[in-house]
C-alpha cells in the first residue's frame, strides 16, 4: 500500500494499524461505514485501494464532520483557513493557541479545531465535562506546518471526493443505513473508559446499547470489523464480549507501549480486531459455527 495522506493528526488513530485491518476486508463492497471516523485514517487507507465504491464517515463531533466535509469538497480554501491561523502564533504561539480554543469553544469552527489538534498535547482530543476543548498545547512544537497540511488535505481529497459522505450524528443512524453489501469498521471509543466521563471522547459509549447495534448488524447479514479492547503489559482493558455475537478476535501486536516506556515499564500494546461472521472469506461466507470457534491471531505489524 502506498503512502496515505493524513492530515488530522488524532492520538489513537489507526494509520498504523490500517493494513492488518483492511486485510479482513471483503471483496465487492458496495460501501465502507465508519460511524466513529475520528482521523478516517481506515476509510482514507481503503479509498487508495479502492476497496468501496462510496464511503460514509460519521462522527457524534460536529466540527470534526465539518473537516471532513471541508476536505472533500474545498481542500485548498480550506488549507488556506488553516494557515492563517497558523501563521498567526509565530509572534506569542502561547496565547495565540489560548485564543483559539477559545474561539473554538465559542464559534466551532472546523479550521480551529484542526489547528488545535495539529497543535494540542500529543494530538490528544480533550473535552471538559460541560464539553469544552480544554487540551493544552505542546510547546514543543508549533503543529504540522501549513505546507505540509496543504499537501495532505489535497491528498485526501483527490482520495475521496466525488464518492464519500461525512454526517454528524449518533452512530446507529449510519448502521441503519448499511446492507449486506457493505462493510461497517468500527473504532468506538474503548472498554475501561466508557463507565464514567472521561475527557478523550466527546461522546461516552453505551456498552449495552452498541452490543444490540453488532447484534442488529448480523441479524441484517451486515458485514463488520470492530477494533474494540485489548492490552497493554499484564492490564487487560474490557470485558468479553457476548459468545452469542460469534465474533472472531484477531490480536495485532503495536509494539511496546509509549506511555508505559516513559513509567519505566517494558509493556507491549496489544489491540483486538472482531470480524463478524458475515465476513467474506475466499468468496463466500465465513461463519463461526459456535462461539467455542471464535479464532485467535497473533499478527504483528513487523510481519
Not at 82 to 91: H, L, P, V
Not at 134 to 152: I, V
Not at 231 to 250: F, I
Amino acid at each position: 500500500m502506498t503512502r496515505v495522506p493524513h492530515p488530522i493528526p488524532y492520538q489513537g488513530s489507526k494509520r498504523l494499524l490500517a493494513k492488518v485491518i483492511l486485510d479482513h476486508v471483503p471483496g465487492g463492497i458496495r460501501c465502507l461505514v465508519e460511524p466513529f471516523a475520528g482521523s478516517a485514517a481506515t476509510t482514507l487507507a481503503a479509498a487508495s485501494r479502492r476497496l468501496a465504491e462510496r464511503y460514509w464517515i460519521g462522527d457524534s463531533l460536529g466540527p470534526l464532520v465539518e473537516i471532513w466535509k471541508n476536505i472533500i469538497e474545498r481542500p485548498l480554501e480550506f488549507a488556506d483557513d488553516y494557515e492563517r491561523i497558523w501563521e498567526a502564533q509565530r509572534s506569542d504561539p502561547r496565547t495565540h493557541y489560548l485564543s483559539v480554543r477559545r474561539q473554538f469553544n465559542e464559534e466551532r469552527q472546523p479550521a480551529q479545531l484542526l489547528y488545535l489538534l495539529a497543535r494540542c498535547v500529543k494530538n490528544a482530543v480533550r473535552f471538559s465535562s460541560s464539553g469544552e476543548f480544554n487540551q493544552s498545547a505542546d510547546h514543543r512544537r508549533s503543529g504540522m506546518h501549513p505546507k505540509k497540511m496543504r499537501h495532505e488535505i489535497r491528498g485526501a481529497s483527490a482520495l475521496l471526493r466525488g464518492k464519500t459522505e461525512a454526517l454528524s450524528g449518533d452512530y446507529q443512524g449510519l448502521l441503519e443505513q448499511a446492507t449486506a453489501n457493505d462493510l461497517v469498521y468500527m473504532d468506538p471509543p474503548y472498554q475501561g473508559v466508557s463507565d464514567a466521563r472521561d475527557p478523550r471522547y466527546f461522546q461516552q459509549l453505551d456498552f449495552d446499547r452498541l452490543m444490540a447495534s453488532l447484534d442488529r448488524l448480523n441479524i441484517k447479514n451486515v458485514p463488520f470489523l470492530l477494533s474494540f479492547d485489548g492490552t497493554c503489559g499484564t492490564r487487560t482493558y474490557g470485558k468479553p464480549l457476548p459468545e452469542e455475537l460469534h465474533l472472531r478476535r484477531v490480536l495485532i501486536h503495536t509494539g511496546k507501549s509509549s506511555q508505559a516506556t516513559l513509567n519505566g515499564e517494558d509493556a507491549e500494546t496489544v489491540e483486538s480486531l472482531y470480524v463478524s461472521p458475515a465476513i467474506r472469506k475466499n468468496g463466500s461466507l465465513y461463519y463461526s459455527v459456535a462461539a467455542s470457534e471464535v479464532e485467535d491471531r497473533q499478527l504483528s505489524l513487523l510481519a
